[in-house]
């Protein structure tokens, strides 16, 4: 008789068993792979209750002091401290899937949130604005209730337009303005719709540098390089690529000085993906492959899908939604110090955010706080 190692390897579902290292494990559920050992998944508590709808987005306002609102139903509701939901701070809404951005500029700190559907939102801290063309502040240009992804590049708003090829983008600085716009329809050779953009970290050979990032429905990666999109001389294309179509509309997350793309062929650091070509192992779930592929296979038009970074965990949390409601989802979990995975069950988690470093998800009727 020996002993066996600890399964810090974590969980392994690509190698037959007779190929795997002894520190890996063919299933580790609720265990979470640290340097040294396997500890088991802590649990979650009640943080506000009473939902009539399930709370589909969880919206982090930072500042000085910070904020989370839980949208569910047709309505926004303040969650930042615990208890029993409290009435509404906007209502009417069409739909609870936001998407979300923080930006100061002199005039003071705010959050734009858009759903593709209803107004953008603008919280200012103390008051929610719907924004069109005659509010104040206003969006003209664009018809802003087309507008369903947003992001924050180089000091300037840009946004997404449903079901089209065209991002738009807001003055420098600005909550408010002309809208202008980049097509893509001459970049994006394979069609589609623009799903979600984002900011790209990288060395260019000139030093640190932001990129700005556009992902179509059908896994072309377009990569600009600049500053001001009006001017051929401050920005340029830097190239699009094509890699696997993405899952969700929360597809893109920013981590460790790199953006990741959750796709068909699984998480694809966009250092590494851009490179390889859409290779498996270019991606950082590469030792769960099989697994990543059955949940794209059968669950990627679920509503859910999520990637959020737990720093202080050491984890890289992607929700898989396994029905089409988001109900019964489970997780996947990297730990970043080492890259070994594992998965959670019994985490009904719809959504995920972390308020003051902490997560928190929304499930049916609840936000709860993890770990």
């Known amino acids: 008789m020996r002993s066996l190692p600890a ?3 974590g969980w392994n579902a ?3 068993v007779a190929n795997m290292k002894e520190t890996d494990a063919v299933v580790l559920d609720n265990y979470f792979p640290t340097a040294s050992d396997v500890m088991g998944r802590k649990g979650f508590a009640n943080h506000m209750t009473g939902f009539s709808a399930p709370v589909e987005s969880l919206l982090n306002y930072t500042t000085t002091t910070e904020k989370l609102f839980a949208c569910a139903g047709t309505a926004i509701y303040d969650a930042t401290a615990a208890g029993a939901v409290a009435t509404a701070v906007v209502t009417g809404l069409t739909n609870s899937r936001w998407q979300h951005v923080n930006i100061t500029t002199a005039g003071g700190s705010y959050m734009y949130a858009v759903n593709g559907t209803d107004k953008p939102l603008l919280y200012n801290g103390t008051t929610w604005t719907a924004i069109d063309a005659v509010s104040t502040p206003a969006i003209t240009g664009v018809t802003t ?4 992804d947003v992001t924050l590049h180089k000091n300037r708003l840009w946004f997404a337009q449903d079901n089209t090829l065209t991002a738009w983008y807001l003055p420098t600085d600005s909550v408010g303005g002309t809208a202008s716009p980049l097509p893509l329809s001459g970049v994006a050779k394979r069609g589609g719709e623009i799903v979600s953009i984002g900011t790209w970290t ?4 000139e030093g640190m540098d932001d990129h700005w ?3 179509t429905s059908e896994g072309e990666v377009i990569v600009y390089k600049g500053t001001d999109p009006s001017s051929s001389t401050t920005w340029a294309l830097v190239g699009a690529w094509h890699l696997g179509s993405p899952i969700g509309q929360r597809c893109l997350l920013k981590y460790a000085g790199d953006l990741l793309l959750l796709c068909v062929d699984g998480i694809m650091p966009l250092s590494r993906a851009l490179v390889a070509d859409r290779t498996t192992e270019a991606s950082i779930t590469d030792k ?5 592929t059955a ?13 959020i970074h737990y720093p202080k965990g050491n984890m890289l949390i992607v929700n898989i939604p396994t029905e089409s409601d988001g109900d019964n989802p489970h997780q996947y979990v990297m730990n970043t110090a080492t890259g070994a995975w594992c998965r959670f069950l019994g985490t009904d988690a719809q959504c995920w955010a972390l308020l003051n470093d902490e997560p928190y998800f929304g499930g049916d009727t ?3 706080r993890f770990w």
């Open 7 to 9: 399964p810090v390897g």
């Open 14 to 16: 690509r190698d037959a």
């Open 145 to 148: 209730t087309t507008l369903k």
């Open 202 to 205: 990288l060395d260019a050979g």
């Open 213 to 215: 990032v556009a992902i």
């Open 288 to 292: 769960i492959r099989t697994a990543m």
């Open 295 to 307: 949940a794209a296979v059968t669950y990627s038009s679920h509503f859910g899908w999520q990637m």
């Open 366 to 368: 609840t936000v709860r």
